[in-house]
């Protein structure tokens, strides 16, 4: 029986927005993925003092209700679960232990490929798990050892840091995060400031 073929695509999703969203249908298509699984971040418990990031529980509802009608990408809480930093190679440890039927990708951007041989077991991630890196603004990924795929995917000019700011300055979003969340992203972040 072939593995089903599942690509993580982590970050805080603070909020999600459309951009995620296309980026993640876009790699699941071009990596050839059955499925993407949203890797919701939980916070980080250094960093509680100086952020605006809304609870765990808030973004994957965000997340959950964003991406309700599009069949391959899933939200998921898996790093919830699981020891404080979650770690990347940690995380892929777990769930390919967790899901054995299942193959898992790791999905990431070229900023974070760029700083990816300072990440925790980096070379057994590479050993272990193909990487589909995605290019960002700025960023030069340059050549990739093998195991490694670089795919064009659309740049989508939309950021969670924008979006807080927006709902900060009193201006609208509409069209930056799906319709069906915008409510709830005005409610939760326009709370974070009286």
Not at 26 to 44: K, T
Not at 62 to 67: K, L, N, T
């Amino acid at each position: 029986m072939q593995k089903k073929k599942v690509g993580i695509f982590g970050g805080s999703f603070n909020p999600i927005h459309t951009g995620h969203i296309a980026l993640a249908k876009s790699l699941c298509q071009q990596a050839g993925l059955d499925e993407v699984w949203l890797m919701v971040s939980p916070m980080n418990p250094f960093k509680k003092e100086a952020t605006d990031l809304l609870t765990d529980k808030l973004r994957l509802e965000m997340a959950e209700q964003a991406i309700a009608d599009e069949p391959k990408l899933k939200a998921c809480d898996y790093e919830f679960h699981m020891p404080k930093p979650s770690y990347t190679w940690h995380t892929l440890q777990a769930l390919s232990q967790d899901f054995p039927h299942v193959s898992f990708t790791l999905l990431i951007g070229g900023d974070n490929w760029a700083s990816f041989d300072k990440w925790f077991h980096h070379e057994d991630i590479l050993s272990h798990y193909p990487i589909v890196v995605y290019p960002r603004k700025g960023c030069d990924i340059g050549k990739v050892p093998s195991g490694v795929t670089i795919v064009e995917t659309p740049l989508l000019n939309i950021s969670s840091t924008e979006i807080r700011q927006r709902i900060k300055e009193g201006k609208s979003i509409h069209g930056m995060v799906p319709d069906c969340i915008e409510p709830l992203v005005m409610q939760y972040y326009s709370n974070q400031h009286p």
